[in-house]
């Protein structure tokens, strides 16, 4: 599947693109980087902080205003013309965040019609309709008109649509959005075994604990600009620091002793002592950490941890709080992020509980039932 | 070409997949012509017709005039699923795909066309069951019929113009009553030519409403075939002016999006 002989030499290359709007909106900076066969790269960041816009750039979707990018070899590939831009458009996929479907038509004419203005022939089309529907666990739904189809299937649908054409390279923007758990397993099992066969897969995402375990490659963008890019293990030993945020009964009175001790925990990078409030930065256990309290009979009334994983890179790299996907996914974090953000108040437990909620979870839990 | 008639086919079964929908709608597009001929067959009934043969009645007269007002104002709606298409993102949707927006706009185009033209056989048989006579000369029939498909696909290319422009279903409302009505009462589908006023008679000369009818009607009533150089040629021009025009329509809507 990977065109190139050479696996090294990157699918999609940037070289300083940038992006204006009209009327002056500096959507993104100068970004460079390297996108590769057999990897899922991951887009993450804040609302507004360029992902789109870099995701149509790289796609070739939307032209940068300063800059080069190389899509398969083609340079400025929002430019290329006649046969140039016909095998582009065969072999990639752009699929947009809002689904574009027809509502009077049934899922399967419209996976068939696609298929077909894809250039494939009625032998191929039936097996590539299936293949996607199955994917996405559709096949229960093709006959149906999409007017029926509820918010999800109506993603499911508008993905499918988007591979039906089995491309090497697919630029996808935020395609788990408004997905149940059964939607995004089938996604991120699609993009896996695309990855795993040598396709490349650019994929804007909010679901950090899926890009953490699942992307080979990820790059944080926050207002326009690249903070951080590498594998996310990358990023996360070298931006996320973890934390313990405890919270005494009473005001603390030795500081200093007790700054002593928990320094020298092992894990612990700094304390900051405020009020009844002690931060710890670091991944500290907390079974080193409650014992030098109590030896300070010191009473807890709240305590929280805070994993250095990739949401705490992300809240320390853009300052804002990562939706909280992970959490569905069953991955155990606190409630109440006590050591997100870098001011102070944020890490005195300046945000209500469960703020950091994704509105995604939870949303039309039926969605995924006939 | 191997790889336009696929699309085009493609985009033409979808055309009449949601026309074949919506029966309601395709009814509806029936009632207009009948009442005309109704209204207009029973008001001028006594209308002294001249140089008809002998014995020709109004209906006679009309019943051709409506099948190509049939077209026309089928036509003209043509467009107003792409704004369909618009709204839902469907029409960027397909433009993202290697296909060429040539090959689809053909493809909708001639959907639109071939069931104009069913259309007008239907409101012909419907003439001819209240009581409309014509004469069956079936080559005159089929070349007068080649007229009929040309002006629609020039009306239907139009059409898609406008409403890739405009983007505004209003602006069709607008359209199919600004360009219609004076396209038909300039037009011979309702009065014989020998009978207007001189200034009408000559801008109905050049009106293509008027080739169609008159092709139509010569076939019909005459059994005569349309004349190349005064009604196919100009009616094919009409064509191959409206396509490459609709067809930069659908390019910048898609751009636009």
Redesign the interface.
Known sequence: MPSDPDAESPVCRARGVAKTYPGGVRALEPFDGDFHAGRISALIGPNASGKTTLLRVLAGVAQPSAGEVQLLGVARPARARGGERRALRERTAYVAQDPALDPEMTGAELLALVATLHGARAAARGAAVERVARAFGLEGHLRQLVRAYSGGLRRRLHLAIGLVHDPEVLFLDEPAAGLDAEGRDFLWRELEGRAQRGGAVVVVSHDLARVERCADFAVVLDRGRSVAAGTPREIVDEHARGALALHAHAPLEDELALRQRLERVPGVRSVEVAGSRVMLEGSPDPADVLPELAAMRIELVDVHRDTADLCDAYRRLTGRDPERLGAAAGRGRSPQGAGGGQSPQAAGGGRSPGEGRSPGEGRSPGEGRR | MS?SF??AL??CR?TW??TL?RPVVLSFSFVQPVMWMLFFGFLFQRYPLVDLPPGTSYLDFLAPGVCAMTVLFGASQSGISWIR?LQ???L???L????GHRS?LAGKVAADVLRLLAQALVVLSIAALLGARVRFAPLEALAALACLALFGTAFSCLSCTIALRARAQEAMAVFVHVVNMPILFTSTALVPKKQMPDWLAAISAWNPLTLTVDAWRGALLFGSAPSLGGQVLPLALLGLLFFPLAAAAMRSAARSE
Do not use: E, L, S, Y
């Open positions: 790889r696929p699309v493609a985009v979808r997949v949601k929908r298409d839902t993102a469907f960027g949707r397909m993202q795909t290697p296909a689809i």
